[in-house]
């Protein structure tokens, strides 16, 4: 009998060690592209500056949670959703998101 590590990936629904990474921008909400002129003297042959700002989702639970505390919660916590990946389990199907 193999002993379960607490770092192993299992599957909350049915306990196998077979997933797959199904997403890793779950918590992506868009992505802002700005595009500017780029006026910067040491990359004359570069005409255009392009960004790219990665704008993440709010996690509702932490919102309540800052209403409910009168924002003290916020300071420690923060409003963003850390949850990032998406996990497929590819023996009972199960979908699910974690860290």
């Keep these: 009998m193999s002993k379960k590590t ?4 299992v599957c909350p629904n049915c306990g196998s060690a077979n997933i797959q990474l199904w997403n890793d921008q779950e918590n992506v909400k868009k992505i802002k592209r700005t ?7 040491l990359h004359p042959l570069t005409l255009f500056k ?3 700002k990665v ?14 505390t009168g924002g003290a919660s916020l300071l420690l916590t923060g409003t963003h959703n850390n949850e990032a990946h998406e996990y497929h389990c590819q023996d009972c199907g199960n ?5």
Excluded: M, Q, Y
């Excluded at 607490?6 to 990936?9: A, F, Q």
């Excluded at 595009?35 to 003297?41: A, C, M, Y």
């Excluded at 639970?61 to 409910?68: H, M, Y």
């Excluded at 979908?95 to 860290?99: F, Q």
């Design 95 to 99: 979908i699910w998101t974690g860290k």
């Design 6 to 9: 607490s770092r192993s990936l």
């Design 55 to 68: 704008v993440k989702k709010h996690s509702k639970a932490k919102l309540a949670k800052g209403l409910l």
């Design 35 to 41: 595009t500017s002129l780029n006026i910067n003297p």
């Design 50 to 52: 392009h960004n790219e």
